[in-house]
């Protein structure tokens, strides 16, 4: 299995930009797809946005389309969320995980998560 470390939290204010890292160990990287969730206080972790295998394909949460762009660097085990245009409600941990792949723009067969960042978002 691939192990996932996430780096990149931070405190910003409403409107800011921040960019998140997600480190994975191990030469299988590239064979799975790849994911961010989050989890705000008091709500269940919720699925925010994924890629495929080589990054040709993306899928995002209604709630995050047009702000927050996922990518991957196969040939340096990386995967990045950039987040524009934050909001106070996207104040929550983000968690990277690792999947066998995406299905109705989910997520799926997940086997690996990052052990998640803070963002926090003032208004």
């Known amino acids: 299995q691939v192990q996932l470390v996430e780096s990149g939290e931070g405190l910003v204010h409403a409107g800011g930009s921040l960019r998140l890292s997600c480190a994975a160990s191990?030469?299988?990287?590239?064979?799975?797809?790849m994911g961010w969730f989050r989890q705000a206080p008091g709500k269940e972790r919720e699925f925010v946005t994924g890629?495929?295998?080589?990054?040709?394909?993306?899928y995002y949460a209604d709630s995050v389309k047009g702000r927050f762009t996922i990518s991957r660097d196969n040939a340096k085990n990386t995967l990045y969320l950039q987040i524009n245009s934050l909001k106070p409600e996207d104040t929550a941990v983000y968690y990277c995980?690792?999947?066998?792949?995406?299905?109705?723009?989910?997520?799926?067969?997940?086997?690996?998560w990052g052990q998640g960042t803070q963002v926090t978002v003032s208004s």
């Open positions: 995980a690792a999947g066998l792949g995406v299905n109705q723009g989910v997520l799926i067969g997940l086997r690996s």
């Open positions: 191990g030469r299988t990287f590239s064979s799975y797809a």
């Open positions: 890629i495929s295998r080589s990054g040709g394909y993306t």
